[in-house]
């Protein structure tokens, strides 16, 4: 199978087989007479397997070294290797789940904020609106240098 058939049956570029050769997480295939690179079955299971432990997020170093340690007829280290790295990327994504829903109230907040504002001041009611990027460190920081002159004005 050549270069073009093989990243279309796997649905990736031609430049990506190319890297992953470069870097040697792909074995480098038979060249024809041409040049061309010819890949045997094995290949593109080799390939098949990277390819699927990187779309389970896997990192590709950790990656390549499963899918070669298969290729070499060592599936029972990877099989033994997985679980603990699969418990390793659900860590991972439970922490980046847990960020996300903490920026997302902080956007929240921060939209609540400015909805509605004419004028968002920072240093007095005769100043003209604030700039954005103010509007965003105090948020995100947790002064709000317009609701303090707003909350000194109420309370003068």
Excluded: K
Aim: glycine fraction near 6%; hydrophobic fraction near 35%.
């Amino acid at each position: 199978m050549r270069i073009g058939e093989l990243a279309r049956e796997l649905g990736v570029s031609t430049d990506t087989l190319r890297f992953y050769e470069r870097e040697g997480w792909l074995p480098r295939p038979v060249r024809a007479e041409n040049g061309y690179r010819s890949y045997r079955s094995d290949d593109v299971e080799h390939l098949r397997l990277l390819l699927n432990l990187r779309r389970i997020d896997l990192p590709l170093e950790e990656a390549a070294r499963l899918a070669s340690w298969c290729h070499a007829g060592h599936c029972e280290t990877t099989s033994s290797s997985l679980p603990a790295l699969i418990a390793t990327r659900r860590s991972d994504v439970r922490a980046r789940i847990d960020e996300l829903r903490r920026l997302d109230e902080r956007l929240d907040e921060l939209q609540a904020h400015l909805v509605g504002r004419t004028e968002l001041s920072v240093i007095g009611p005769s100043t003209s609106c604030c700039s954005a990027a103010a509007a965003i460190f105090d948020a995100v920081e947790g002064s709000c240098r317009c609701c303090a002159v707003a909350n000194a004005e109420g309370d003068a």
